[in-house]
């Protein structure tokens, strides 16, 4: 029963998510309702979001993944960490960026949950425009729409994570060195900038997801799969 209900579900987001013509090779307008849409949509944002926290939310995901493509490597504030390196003092720098990524991967629960929460109530006004999109057009729209909700529900947590993982406490070393030898504050939204590199990295894995949810079958059965346990 339960390999039938997958084989169905499946063949729903295939014909949904799909292009479906006729024989003159004109678009066939898919015989659905809008509350069969809606849940193909929910499927492949859960199923996306699922993919991404198991890449990403893991040892070494933020600081390794895809050649570091979403590593927390804070080249925001570049000169600073130039001028403690020239001192002596660049293991502050490779402490951050070291602390702060463990801090990323260690959010995945969270992820889960903020994520989870801003799909389930995300609104969606044209059903079609989504599904008849380009390849990322779902994970776009509730980037959008939902963007201040994701960055608002990670914010308390990753402020208690930064005083468990030792960011707060090696970025005011860092501050505290830096004023010392220059004379002048440095000031910088650490957490912001998690946050930030966090929601971006999530975002952008869903994104590819996405795509491979369209465009492979075995991408969308694997994803009802993964949601009906």
Not at 4 to 22: E, M, P, T
Not at 49 to 67: E, M, V
Not at 93 to 98: A, H, P, T, W, Y
Not at 182 to 198: A, L
Request: some cysteine.
């Amino acid at each position: 029963m339960k390999k039938i209900k997958i084989f169905a579900v499946a063949l729903l987001s295939i014909l949904v998510l799909g292009s479906c013509s006729d024989e003159s090779g004109q678009y066939a307008e898919p015989l659905y309702t809008n509350s069969q849409k809606s849940n193909a949509i929910l499927i492949c944002l859960k199923s996306s979001l699922d993919t991404s926290i198991a890449k990403l939310c893991n040892a070494d995901g933020f600081s390794s993944y895809k050649d570091e493509l979403y590593k927390l490597d804070y080249k925001n504030i570049q000169p600073m960490m130039d001028t403690l390196a020239t001192h002596n003092l660049g293991y502050l720098n490779d402490s951050l960026i070291r602390h702060s990524n463990r801090l990323a991967e260690s959010c995945g629960s969270v992820v889960k949950t903020t994520f989870g929460s801003a799909i389930d109530n995300l609104v969606v006004y044209d059903l079609d425009k989504l599904i008849k999109g380009n390849s990322s057009a779902i994970t776009d729209y509730f980037a959008s729409m939902q963007s201040g909700t994701l960055r608002e529900g990670l914010s308390s947590q990753v402020a208690i994570r930064m005083g468990l993982f030792k960011v707060s406490e090696t970025w005011e070393a860092m501050q505290a060195q830096y004023y010392d030898i220059v004379r002048k504050p440095y000031s910088f939204d650490v957490q912001g900038y998690i946050i930030e590199k966090i929601v971006n990295g999530i975002v952008e894995e869903m994104r590819c997801e996405e795509y491979l949810i369209r465009t492979d079958s075995t991408h969308r059965v694997a994803a009802v799969e993964m949601l009906a346990q």
